[in-house]
């Protein structure tokens, strides 16, 4: 398939586009580039690119595609709440849009990253697919209003899938520590202690990048009406923690660390706990390699590889709200989130023609 993968340069875009590409597709991808100078070892090289803000798509960037991979957004929840009217624009109306422009230049396949955050506020009960949603955040919340928006375009001709995804773990090209098991990793490893900003008692699913990335493409690769306007758990029913839990693993992984808990933190509103029977029921030749301990390791491993520091936390390159906040602060983006130059919104040449760009999750 000829696909085009929005945020190839994110955090999960990243790992997704070559991955995808290994078993055989033709991958373009989308994005602004909004990190750029926050890798975290190598990226890999891509000249199969369109910078264009998504916000400004038209149904010819879409001409020619089979699928669209819609990965692209404002996350997470701290940068949601950034400016919660434009979380809105960007995560739901032009995710709808671009559905909507996906469906009219003839893409018959639509798979969109939702989130396991649409169920929000939850409790201890383990949710599948058809429990009510509830989300906390403007970010998730879009998510929910994208699900419904774009479900209502399925048809004979365009199928869209919704992969709501547990909380991401994983080492990546380009990195973010603002995900829960990444950030106590590092912050054992680079201060000597799980700190853990919460009470510990909140509920996560968790999955790994790599096997959210596997879940696309056994999605691309299924026949048409197996998932059909279907939305799937993407992850493993045993991988939920309690955080204190994720912390006990990763202080078991770390040598010499120690369990550190904020003053004053109380429990996280954010609490839910789900199933994901369905997509290895659906898709059974989708099976998740990964588990919050091997991922504690791989987090270790990957820090120790780079050097990661205790100013790279404090410094915050990967931590998306804080790099954000620094580039409009220093007059690089304006308050849309597009790039400036001169006063002017900056644009991006790229093969061959001037494009702006916007977000990459």
Avoid at 70 to 98: F, K, M, Q, W
Avoid at 152 to 159: G, N, P, T, V
Avoid at 271 to 282: A, E, F, H, M, T
């Amino acid at each position: 398939m000829k696909i085009l993968l929005t945020g190839h340069k994110g955090y999960i875009g990243a790992v997704t586009g070559p991955i995808l590409r290994s078993a055989g597709h033709e991958v373009i991808g989308l994005d602004t580039d909004l990190f750029a100078g926050c890798d975290f070892g190598n990226l890999a090289d891509d000249n199969s690119e369109i910078r264009k803000d998504i916000r400004d798509l038209t149904e010819a960037d879409l001409e020619g595609f089979d699928a669209v991979v819609h990965l692209a957004a404002l996350s997470n929840d701290p940068l949601g709440n950034l400016d919660a009217e434009l979380t809105y624009d960007i995560n739901h109306r032009s995710a709808v849009r671009l559905a909507e422009l996906a469906k009219a230049a003839g893409a018959k396949r639509f798979v969109f990253s939702s989130s396991c955050s649409t169920y929000g506020a939850a409790g201890d009960a383990i949710l599948d697919e058809n429990a009510s949603l509830n989300p906390v955040t403007a970010y998730g919340e879009s998510k929910v209003l994208v699900e419904r928006d774009v479900a209502r375009l399925a048809d004979d001709y365009f199928s869209p899938t919704f992969m709501r995804n547990a909380t991401a773990y994983g080492a990546s090209p380009r990195l973010r520590l603002d995900v829960v098991l990444n950030d106590l990793v590092a912050s054992a490893y680079t201060r000597g202690s799980v700190y853990i900003k919460s009470d510990g008692t909140p509920w996560r699913p968790i999955v790994h990048i790599r096997d959210i990335s596997a879940a696309m493409l056994s999605v691309l690769e299924a026949p048409q009406q197996t998932v059909h306007n279907q939305v799937f758990n993407v992850g493993q029913t045993a991988e939920n923690y309690r955080i204190s839990a994720l912390a006990d693993i990763v202080s078991q992984t770390v040598p010499g660390c120690r369990i550190e808990y904020a003053p004053g933190g109380g429990p996280d509103k954010r609490c839910y706990r789900v199933n994901c029977d369905k997509i290895r029921r659906v898709l059974p030749e989708f099976r998740p390699q990964w588990t919050a301990r091997q991922g504690a390791q791989e987090l270790l491993d990957a820090y120790r590889a780079i050097g990661l520091t205790f100013e790279d936390l404090e410094h915050g390159r990967y931590t998306r709200i804080n790099h954000i906040e620094r580039l409009r602060k220093d007059g690089h983006l304006d308050e849309s989130l597009r790039w400036i130059h001169n006063g002017n919104v900056f644009a991006i040449k790229a093969n061959g023609s001037s494009r702006t760009s916007t977000s990459s999750r």
